[in-house]
């Protein structure tokens, strides 16, 4: 059973920042993709990035572009997701997930990832 456990959520202004954590136990973060999805209140779970095996980024959300970065250390087993100048509508349940194979589909579809950590909450003030 793979655990994914995420870290680094809080509250913030608009305009800040916040760098959220996604520690992989037993899962190879090298060869998987992982991805970033979130949760709006009354919302269904969107996907907002990805990052293939090969370290290739897929946005699934076109409103984070230019302010959202998802990277990988290899070393530490975890996935960041650094999101900058947050803005109130980012406010939502952000979990962490994986698929059991290095590619990240297209579609941000929930549907498509296996794996799903408890997720961290972002609240982001006006």
């Known amino acids: 059973q793979e655990q994914l456990v995420e870290s680094g959520g809080g509250s913030v202004q608009a305009g800040g920042s916040l760098r959220l954590s996604c520690a992989a136990s037993e899962y190879t973060v090298r060869w998987k993709c992982m991805a970033w999805f979130r949760q709006a209140p009354g919302k269904e779970r969107e996907g907002v990035l990805a990052i293939s095996a090969g370290g290739i980024t897929a946005y699934y959300t076109d409103s984070v572009k230019g302010r959202f970065t998802i990277s990988q250390d290899y070393a530490k087993n975890t996935v960041y997701l650094q999101m900058n100048s947050l803005k109130p509508e980012d406010t939502a349940m952000y979990y962490c997930?994986?698929?059991?194979?290095?590619?990240?589909?297209?579609?941000?579809?929930?549907?498509?990832?296996?794996?799903w950590g408890q997720g961290t909450q972002v609240t982001v003030s006006s």
């Open positions: 997930a994986a698929r059991s194979d290095g590619y990240c589909p297209t579609s941000g579809s929930e549907y498509e990832y296996s794996y």
